[in-house]
Each structure stands twice: as structure tokens, then as C-alpha cells.
């Protein structure tokens, strides 16, 4: 993945990828960034919080650290696919399928949309509920061969996993609280405060 072999690789020759816009010909095309790096930027400037991680270990590490900055490892977490209990079963985690009891939802998600930095999520992960009726704390487990360029691209890879029936309740979250989401334009949003532990498995 280009960005991240920019922050954790080794450096290589600059490439015409890097050459500012404004150093090319003002006819040349702009240059668009790679899906990852897109996606980043977007998530951030819409209020996300983004781990990366090259290894399960450090998905547990930094889920770790997301329970003790929140002081959530008493605490009830909703959890819907089973098979986030079992990865992370080191924890002992105290999940209920009680929305009301849970003080933050761990999910997966069908994909993530580099175009607007959004995260497409279906039945799958949500069954029927609408995201207001969900806690305001999510932690998404993701890696990065979810990665697709706009959300026709993700609904077309819904389609194509889908096999027996296409899940129902799809929708994306896009807008993520912050420590300065005290305006009244964030009034009565779904908007929630997200954490998203990315694995490279590319």
C-alpha cells in the first residue's frame, strides 16, 4: 500500500507520483492519490481515529489501548458477529447483544471508501438497527484489501460476495464525532465516535 510504504518502507527515488501539481505543465491532468492515501486523508478530516497495524499483535495492542484511554475494559461492549469474540477472547470481553447496556459496538465492515473516507456497512454488521440506535463508541476491525474507490465500487463487491442474498440495511458512516462537536450542527447526527484498527493483509 503506497502510503504506508511511505511511513514504514524504505525510501526510494522521487517518482512523477511525487512532483507537486504545480511544478507539472498546467495541462497535465492532476494526479490522483492512491486509494489508501485517500481514504486517510478523508477519514481524518471527517473526524475519524485511525490505527494502523501490520499485525494482529499490534491490533491488540492498539485495541488495548483504546479500552484504557476510555477506561471501557469492565465495561459492556454490543457486538453482533461472534467472530470479533472469538479474535479478541484474550480480552474477556463482557459483550450483550443489548444496545442499551453497551458502552461502545465493535464491528467489522463491509468496506472502506477512499473517495469521501466513509465506511460502508450492511445487515452484516448492523442486522436491522439504524445507526442513531447504536452506541455513540464504535471500534471497526478492517484491513486493507477493503479498500474501494466510491461507494458504487463497494456495492458492486457486496453484490459479487453475496451468493445467496444480498444483505439489506446497507448504509455508510461518514461523519465522526470530535472533541470540538459541541456546535448545534452536530445536533440530533448519527454522527459517532469511531476508532479504526486497520490490519495490512496486502
Not at 474477556?92 to 467489522?108: A, D
Given at each position: 500500500?503506497?502510503?504506508?510504504?511511505?511511513?514504514?518502507?524504505?525510501?526510494?527515488?522521487?517518482?512523477?507520483?511525487?512532483?507537486?501539481?504545480?511544478?507539472?505543465?498546467?495541462?497535465?491532468?492532476?494526479?490522483?492519490?492512491?486509494?489508501?492515501?485517500?481514504?486517510?486523508?478523508?477519514?481524518?478530516?471527517?473526524?475519524?481515529?485511525?490505527?494502523?497495524?501490520?499485525?494482529?499483535d499490534?491490533?491488540?495492542?492498539?485495541?488495548?489501548?483504546?479500552?484504557?484511554?476510555?477506561?471501557?475494559?469492565?465495561?459492556?461492549?454490543?457486538?453482533?458477529?461472534?467472530?470479533?469474540?472469538?479474535?479478541?477472547?484474550?480480552?474477556?470481553?463482557?459483550?450483550?447483544?443489548?444496545?442499551?447496556?453497551?458502552?461502545?459496538?465493535?464491528?467489522?465492515?463491509?468496506?472502506?471508501?477512499?473517495?469521501?473516507?466513509?465506511?460502508?456497512?450492511?445487515?452484516?454488521?448492523?442486522?436491522?438497527?439504524?445507526?442513531?440506535?447504536?452506541?455513540?463508541?464504535?471500534?471497526?476491525y478492517?484491513?486493507?484489501?477493503?479498500?474501494?474507490?466510491?461507494?458504487?465500487e463497494?456495492?458492486k463487491?457486496?453484490?459479487?460476495?453475496?451468493?445467496?442474498?444480498?444483505?439489506?440495511?446497507?448504509?455508510?458512516?461518514?461523519?465522526?464525532?470530535?472533541?470540538?462537536?459541541?456546535?448545534?450542527?452536530?445536533?440530533?447526527?448519527?454522527?459517532?465516535?469511531?476508532?479504526?484498527?486497520?490490519l495490512?493483509d496486502l
Open positions: 500500500m503506497s502510503l504506508f510504504r511511505k511511513l514504514f518502507g524504505k525510501k526510494s527515488d522521487q517518482s512523477e507520483d511525487q512532483i507537486p501539481n504545480q511544478e507539472r505543465g498546467k495541462y497535465m491532468p492532476e494526479i490522483k492519490l492512491p486509494a489508501d492515501e485517500r481514504f486517510t486523508i478523508n477519514f481524518k478530516a471527517n473526524g475519524g481515529k485511525f490505527l494502523y497495524c501490520e499485525t494482529m499490534e491490533v491488540k495492542d492498539s485495541f488495548n489501548s483504546i479500552l484504557d484511554e476510555n477506561q471501557w475494559h469492565d465495561e459492556n461492549v454490543f457486538i453482533i458477529d461472534d467472530r470479533l469474540s472469538e479474535l479478541f477472547k484474550d480480552f474477556n470481553l463482557n459483550s450483550t447483544k443489548t444496545i442499551s447496556e453497551s458502552s461502545y459496538f465493535l464491528s467489522t465492515c463491509e468496506y472502506l471508501v477512499s473517495d469521501d473516507g466513509s465506511l460502508l456497512i450492511s445487515s452484516n454488521q448492523i442486522a436491522e438497527k439504524k445507526l442513531r440506535e447504536l452506541p455513540d463508541h464504535f471500534i471497526i478492517a484491513t486493507t484489501s477493503q479498500f474501494v474507490e466510491n461507494i458504487g463497494g456495492l463487491g457486496i453484490k459479487a460476495k453475496s451468493k445467496l442474498a444480498i444483505p439489506t440495511n446497507i448504509t455508510t458512516i461518514k461523519h465522526f464525532k470530535t472533541a470540538d462537536d459541541k456546535d448545534f450542527l452536530t445536533y440530533g447526527s448519527s454522527s459517532k465516535n469511531l476508532y479504526l484498527l486497520l495490512e
